[in-house]
C-alpha cells in the first residue's frame, strides 16, 4: 500500500494564478484533512472532509476550496494564489475509529511569488 | 487563541539523556493527546498517544505523562539518540465518540537535538 500520497511534491506560482493539489489515500479512510504548515506555527487544518462528498471548514479556510468526488481522494485548490499561501501543504487521512489515528502524506511545498 | 501550547521550541540533549516536551491545553472537550514526529521534508507520523482515563503510557523508550487537572502532558524520550533528532509535535483532538471529528490541534513543534 501507498498509503496517503500528494501530487505535486513541489510548486511555484505567481500571485493570482490558480491550483490544485491533489491527495490520494488507498486504505479505504472515511475521513481526509488538508493541513498547512509554516514555521513555527505548527500544523493548521484547513478544511476535512468525513466522506465522500462531503466537506467541511476548518481553522484557516478562507482562500481555499475543496473537493470530495471520490473516497480516495480529496482535492485542495487555490483559486487565486497570495503570498501568504506559500506554505507546506500535508493531506491527512483516518478510519472514524473512536480515536481518530491520522496517516499523514509526504508534503507538498508551494512557493507564491 | 492558541488551544495547545508547546514549550520548549527548541531542546538540545546529549546522547543517552532525557528528552522532555511539554504541552498544555484549554479546550477541556479535548480527549484524545497523540505526538508526531517528523523528519525534514517528510510527512509527520504518529509516535504515541494518550486518552485521559489514563496518567501515563510507554512505549519502548518514548512515555506520555498526563495530567488532566493541570490539562498538560509531557513526552519523555528515555536514552535519547541522535536518530530521535526531529520535530516533535504535540496535538489534541476530541475524539469521534465525543463527537469529534475536526481534525486536530496541534502544538507549534520541538525542534530536537540528540548531541552525540
Known amino acids: 500500500n501507498a498509503g496517503v500520497t500528494q501530487t505535486p511534491k513541489f510548486r511555484v506560482l505567481k500571485t493570482g494564478q490558480s491550483m490544485t493539489l491533489l491527495c490520494a489515500q488507498d486504505?479505504?479512510?472515511?475521513?481526509m484533512y488538508w493541513y498547512r504548515q509554516d514555521p513555527g506555527m505548527g500544523l493548521r487544518l484547513i478544511h476535512y472532509s468525513v466522506g465522500e462528498g462531503t466537506t467541511a471548514k476548518g481553522e484557516v479556510p478562507d482562500g481555499y476550496n475543496v473537493s470530495r468526488l471520490k473516497k480516495q481522494n480529496f482535492l485542495l485548490g487555490l483559486e487565486s494564489a497570495a503570498p501568504s499561501q506559500t506554505s507546506v501543504y500535508f493531506c491527512a487521512s483516518s478510519r472514524p475509529t473512536p480515536y481518530n489515528e491520522q496517516f499523514f502524506g509526504p508534503g507538498t511545498r508551494l512557493t507564491v511569488l | 487563541q492558541q488551544q495547545v501550547k508547546q514549550s520548549p521550541q527548541s531542546l538540545i540533549v546529549q546522547k543517552g539523556g532525557i528528552s522532555i516536551i511539554n504541552c498544555a491545553y484549554e479546550n477541556t472537550a479535548f480527549d484524545y493527546f497523540p505526538w508526531y514526529q517528523q523528519f525534514p521534508g517528510k510527512g509527520p507520523a504518529l509516535l504515541i498517544a494518550i486518552r485521559p482515563d489514563v496518567s501515563e503510557k510507554k512505549e519502548g523508550r518514548f512515555t506520555i505523562s498526563f495530567n488532566k487537572s493541570a490539562k498538560q502532558f509531557s513526552l519523555h524520550i528515555m536514552d535519547s539518540q541522535p536518530g530521535d533528532s526531529a520535530t516533535y509535535f504535540c496535538a489534541a483532538a476530541v475524539s469521534l465518540s465525543g463527537g469529534g471529528a475536526d481534525g486536530l490541534t496541534f502544538g507549534k513543534g520541538t525542534h530536537l537535538i540528540i548531541q552525540p
Open positions: 486504505m479505504n479512510h472515511e475521513y
